[in-house]
Structure formats: structure tokens, C-alpha cells
């Protein structure tokens, strides 16, 4: 009933930008904190951001990315700026638990399919 649908990768240059969208339905979106979490190949899987109310971000993408969610559209969306290489992955949007800050997969319930963001040297 809780349906997560990632949308926006593609490929990029480096130096370049991309933004993520996010729609979630199934519950009262703005009662729950929002994630994005990425898993490059070989690695395991990894917090990048996050929106409660509060924004929260991995040192690896501070400055670099900004979330935002509007409640109205049940949707939220991950600005990626001066990308590199290393940010190639596959990106998942995620509903978590509500208004706190959540830095773990495992605080997670529901998970989008994923979207491929590829970054070119």
C-alpha cells in the first residue's frame, strides 16, 4: 500500500548536475522523515541525505547536495551539484520513521526500485 517511486537519474559529467525526485503515497507523507540512501557497485549501501523537517547529510555529499520535500505533492527531491565519479550508484528513496533524524537503512520501512545515476570522468 506504501508505494516509493524514484525518478531523474541518468548520466552526468563530472562537475555536472542532476536532481532525484521522490513521490511516496500510502501514508500521511508529511508525518515521516524522507531518506535517500545510494549503493555504488561492490559497496554497501549508504545514507546520503535525509529531510524530517531537519535536513540531514553525509559528509561525503555536504555542500554538494540538497534535499527538499514539498508536502503538498507527497514528493521529495534530492539536488545533486558538482558531481564526480564516485557518486556513481544507484540511488533509493526511502520512507522512515516519523520527524527524527535517520542515518540507517535499517530505520527504513519502505524503499523505492532505485534510479541508476552514472557520473563520466
Known amino acids: 500500500q506504501v508505494h516509493v517511486l524514484e525518478s531523474g537519474g541518468g548520466l552526468a559529467q563530472a562537475g555536472g548536475s542532476l536532481r532525484l525526485s521522490c513521490a511516496a503515497s500510502?501514508?500521511?507523507?508529511?508525518?515521516?522523515?524522507m531518506g535517500w540512501f545510494r549503493q555504488a557497485p561492490g559497496k554497501e549501501r549508504e545514507f546520503v541525505a535525509a529531510?524530517?523537517?531537519?535536513?540531514y547529510y553525509a559528509d561525503s555529499v555536504k555542500g554538494r547536495f540538497a534535499i527538499a520535500r514539498d508536502n503538498a505533492k507527497n514528493t521529495v527531491y534530492l539536488q545533486m551539484n558538482s558531481l564526480n565519479p564516485e557518486d556513481t550508484a544507484v540511488y533509493y528513496c526511502?520512507?522512515?520513521?516519523?520527524?527524527?533524524?535517520?542515518?540507517?537503512?535499517?530505520?527504513?520501512?519502505?524503499w523505492g526500485q532505485g534510479t541508476q545515476v552514472t557520473v563520466s570522468s
Open positions: 526511502a520512507v522512515g520513521p516519523p520527524g527524527r533524524r535517520a542515518t540507517m537503512a535499517q530505520e527504513y520501512d519502505y
Open positions: 529531510n524530517s523537517g531537519n535536513t
Open positions: 500510502g501514508r500521511p507523507f508529511s508525518y515521516y522523515t
